[in-house]
């Protein structure tokens, strides 16, 4: 299947800065990706969906400025947590889809830890 | 509204035995249904979809899923668990002509040697 990498796999940060995670597709163009957030013991969040080259779509209660996300290419985009605080710490997992396709292929996701 | 619900949070199956993890959804129109397995600390892997055609669809690992569309159900199967199928399981459903995927709040599959 198609394979979606993401890095860093973990990342710890002081609070009030900013973390960038890189989600990348390495075997085929994601024309959508999406990117989810997961607590523990809890189901997917879907925080935004972004088509490459557009401004990214979010769902409501999502901070747009605190979350920026950028799907600059067909094969890479990139979430940023601003001025991240402690309650930004979550599991962050990115998906794409190529066009004309049915399934979403993850990432293996991100761990950030702020402190 | 869409929503999908898996109603155990938590099940255990012996090593050996047959495995049914339940998934019901509420949808407006026709769905595309999935299922994704989580191992610890990774990222979902995508197991199997129906999109049309046969009600029964067979996926990776030896899983598979009945579409029932009168039952609004798309439980997942496998005949004979193994402990490395203890794992968190994901149903999702996508509309048609949605971008997104909606995800319900997954199950917990332990399989016990």
């Known amino acids: 299947g198609a394979v979606v990498s993401q890095h860093p796999s973990r990342v710890i940060c002081k609070s009030g800065t900013s973390v960038k995670i890189e989600c990348r597709s390495l075997?085929?163009?994601?024309?959508?990706m999406f990117w989810y957030r997961q607590f523990p013991k809890k189901s997917l969040m879907l925080m935004a969906t972004s088509n490459e080259g557009s401004k990214a779509t979010y769902e409501q209660g999502v901070e747009k400025d605190k979350f920026l996300i950028n799907h600059a290419s067909l094969t890479l985009s990139t979430l940023t947590v601003t001025s991240a605080h402690p309650e930004d710490s979550s599991f962050y997992i990115c998906?794409?889809?190529?066009?004309?396709?049915?399934?979403?292929?993850f990432g293996p996701g991100t761990r950030l830890t702020v402190t | 509204a869409q929503s999908v619900a898996q109603p155990e949070d938590q099940v255990n199956v012996a090593e050996g035995n047959p495995l049914t993890v339940k998934c019901t959804y509420s949808?407006?129109?026709?769905?595309?249904l999935f299922w994704y397995v989580q191992y610890p600390n990774r990222g979902l892997q995508f197991l199997l979809k129906y999109i049309t055609g046969d009600n029964l669809v067979k996926g990776s690992y030896g899983f598979e899923a009945e579409f029932n569309k009168s039952q609004t159900s798309f439980h997942l199967k496998k005949p004979s668990a193994l402990v490395s199928d203890s794992a968190l399981y994901f149903c999702?459903?996508?509309?048609?002509?949605?971008?997104?995927?909606?995800f319900g709040t997954g199950t917990r599959l332990t399989v016990i040697p």
């Open positions: 075997d085929f163009q994601a024309t959508t």
């Open positions: 998906s794409a889809r190529g066009g004309g396709t049915y399934e979403q292929y």
């Open positions: 949808v407006s129109g026709n769905p595309y």
């Open positions: 999702a459903v996508r509309l048609t002509g949605a971008n997104n995927l909606f």
